[in-house]
C-alpha cells in the first residue's frame, strides 16, 4: 500500500526553537503516517513547552483531499459544536481531554483515522473496544456520541466520527493549556473492526524500548516520533493493572516513589485504582512528563524506558530543558 508522508509545521508558542532542537527535530517537522488506503495522520512535533500531542492532520487519502474547510457549506458549524462538547466534557471531568486525545490516538494506530475504535461488535466482526491496550481503558464513547447526536441534528448524515475524534482531540489540548491547530477535514467512516489489528498494532504499557521502536516503526514512525507522541502522557490517569509491572519488576523506578505507588497498587487487588501519568500537573498540557523521566519517576514501564540509558535519552533530556 503507498504511504503517503506529509510534513506538517509544528507549532511555536511562547518562545521559538532554540538551534539544537531545530537541528535534532527537523526544524519541528515531522514525516508520519499511519498505514491506511482512507488517510494518514501527520502530527505536530513541538507544543507547549515543546510537548509533542497527536493532531489529525492529513492532505492525503485514497477518497480525496482533506481540508479544513471540508465541512464549509455542507455543515458549517461543526467546529463550534464539537468545541461546546468538548468543553462540557472537561467542564464535568477535567481528566476526559486526556481520554478523547487517547482515543483519537489509538483509533488513528489502527488502520489509520477511520474511526472504527467506536464500533460495537456485530455478528461479521469482534471490534476493537475490546482489544488488550483498549479493554476497560479508551473511555469517552459517551461524549462523542453527544458530540454525533448534536451534529444529526445540524446538519444529518454529513460529519463523520472520524472527524468528530480528531476535532475533539486538538479542542482537548487547547482546554488543557496546549496549542491549538487547524485540522484538516473529511475522513471516511470505517464500517468494520478488527480486535486483533488492534491486538497487533498498539503498544502496551509494558513494552520495553526494542519493542516500543518495533511498534512504531510498524507504523511510519521513528524514534524521535515514538519519544514526541509520549509526551501526551503529561495529561491524563492509569490503572494500577498498567504500571503493577513497572513497580514491582523493574529496577529503573526511584524507590521511593515506587514505594508510594505500592501502597496505593498492591501486588493483587485495588487494579481499577487509578495513578496520574504526570503526578504533578496531571490535567495541564506541559513538559514535566519529561522531568520526570529523568528523576526516573515515570509510572509506565513504556514510559520509563525513554530515559534508560538508549538513544531516546538524549531527546527526552532536550523536551524536559525546554
Known amino acids: 500500500m503507498h504511504i503517503k508522508y506529509v510534513l506538517y509545521e509544528g507549532i511555536y508558542l511562547f518562545r521559538l526553537i532554540n538551534v539544537v532542537l531545530v537541528e535534532v527535530l527537523r526544524k519541528a517537522k515531522t514525516l508520519l503516517s499511519l498505514r491506511s488506503c482512507k488517510n494518514s495522520m501527520a502530527s505536530n512535533n513541538l507544543l507547549v513547552l515543546l510537548i509533542f500531542i497527536v493532531a489529525a492532520a492529513s492532505v492525503e487519502s485514497c477518497h480525496g483531499s482533506l481540508s479544513p474547510d471540508y465541512y464549509k457549506r455542507t455543515c458549517p458549524k461543526v467546529?463550534?459544536?464539537?468545541?461546546?462538547?468538548?468543553?462540557?466534557?472537561?467542564?464535568?471531568?477535567?481528566?476526559?481531554?486526556a481520554s478523547l486525545l487517547r482515543l483519537h490516538f489509538h483509533d488513528c494506530f489502527v488502520n489509520g483515522c477511520d474511526g472504527s475504535l467506536l464500533l460495537d461488535d456485530n455478528a461479521t466482526f469482534i471490534g476493537e473496544k475490546t482489544a488488550a491496550a483498549n479493554n476497560n481503558s479508551v473511555r469517552g464513547f459517551n461524549v462523542v456520541d453527544d458530540i454525533k447526536a448534536k451534529l444529526e441534528k445540524a446538519c444529518p448524515g454529513v460529519v463523520s466520527c472520524a472527524d468528530i475524534l480528531a476535532i475533539a482531540a486538538r479542542d482537548s489540548t487547547v482546554m488543557l493549556g496546549g496549542p491549538s491547530w487547524e485540522v484538516k477535514l473529511g475522513r471516511r467512516d470505517s464500517t468494520t473492526a478488527s480486535r486483533a489489528a488492534a491486538n497487533n498494532s498498539l503498544p502496551a504499557p509494558t513494552f520495553n524500548i526494542s519493542r516500543l521502536l518495533s511498534s512504531f516503526a510498524a507504523q511510519g514512525l521513528s524514534l524521535k516520533d515514538l519519544v514526541a507522541l509520549s509526551g501526551s502522557h503529561t495529561i491524563g490517569l492509569a490503572r494500577c493493572t498498567t504500571f503493577r509491572p513497572h513497580i514491582y519488576n523493574d529496577s529503573n523506578i526511584d524507590a521511593s516513589f515506587a514505594k508510594a505507588l505500592k501502597r496505593k497498587c498492591p501486588k493483587s487487588g485495588n487494579d481499577n485504582v487509578h495513578q496520574p501519568l504526570d503526578f504533578q500537573t496531571p490535567t495541564s498540557f506541559d513538559n514535566l512528563y519529561f522531568h520526570h523521566l529523568l528523576k526516573m519517576k515515570g509510572l509506565l514501564r513504556s514510559d520509563q524506558e525513554l530515559f534508560n540509558g538508549t538513544s531516546a535519552d538524549f531527546l527526552v533530556a532536550l523536551l524536559m530543558k525546554n
Not at 79 to 86: D, N, Q, R, T
Open 79 to 97: 467546529l463550534s459544536i464539537v468545541e461546546e462538547g468538548v468543553a462540557a466534557a472537561i467542564k464535568k471531568e477535567p481528566r476526559m481531554g
